[in-house]
């Protein structure tokens, strides 16, 4: 199947300061990204879907303004956390749109705000 | 809206026993019907698939039929290994194109030897 990359796959950053995590399809092009993130032993919670070229559209109770998302390429979407708060901690996976529902997933990013 | 529902685990089995992971859904129109698989620390990979009423996704040894008329894509296996262990995820996609996927809580198997 595809391969989409994240980098970092761990970050560890101090309150109050942002960190951008990339998203990207190695071997084909995306014009939808997704962006989830998974609180320790349960499911995965879609944050917003990343179009590419346009605005992205953010799920019912996540903050745009925190959680900035830019699909700037067919290959690449990136998450910026600002400002962040220990609170934030958790692991984000993005995922890309195969069609017809399938999605490939990459392998994650550990985020620790300390 | 959609919903997924799975059996809550952890299931714990032993080596060679036979697996069924219980996954209901509710939609509307005709979902595409998926399981994921995550193994430890790493993201979630496509297991199998099943598109329509009564196609039958299979992979690795694992089976999953779209059964509409009880709502259902139950996930079976005949044989677990310990390599097996993971957390499995119910998903659907709704039809007319958009690709949000709703997903279930996951299922946590545990094969001991």
């Known amino acids: 199947g595809a391969v989409v990359s994240q980098h970092p796959s761990r970050v560890i950053c101090k309150s109050g300061t942002s960190v951008k995590i990339e998203c990207r399809s190695l071997d084909f092009q995306a014009t939808t990204m997704f962006w989830y993130r998974q609180f320790p032993k349960q499911s995965l919670m879609l944050m917003a879907t990343?179009?590419?070229?346009?605005?992205?559209?953010?799920e019912q109770g996540v903050e745009k303004d925190k959680f900035l998302i830019n699909h700037a390429s067919l290959t690449l979407s990136t998450l910026t956390v600002t400002s962040a708060h220990p609170e934030d901690s958790s692991f984000y996976i993005c995922?890309?749109?195969?069609?017809?529902?399938?999605?490939?997933f990459g392998p994650g990013t550990r985020l620790t705000v300390t | 809206g959609d919903s997924v529902t799975q059996m809550e685990g952890p299931v714990t089995l032993s080596e060679e026993a036979f697996l069924t992971i219980n996954c209901t859904y509710t939609a509307t129109g005709y979902p595409s019907l998926f399981w994921y698989v995550q193994y430890p620390g790493e993201g979630l990979q496509l297991l199998l698939k099943a598109t329509k009423a009564d196609d039958k996704g299979s992979n690795k040894g694992f089976e999953a039929t779209y059964r509409k008329e009880t709502t259902s894509f139950h996930l079976e296996k005949g044989s677990v290994q310990v390599s097996d262990s993971a957390v499995y995820f119910c998903a659907l996609s709704s039809s007319g194109g958009y690709q949000k996927v709703t997903f279930g809580t996951g299922t946590k198997l545990q094969v001991i030897p």
């Open positions: 995922s890309a749109g195969a069609g017809r529902g399938e999605q490939y």
């Open positions: 990343s179009n590419e070229g346009s605005k992205a559209t953010y």
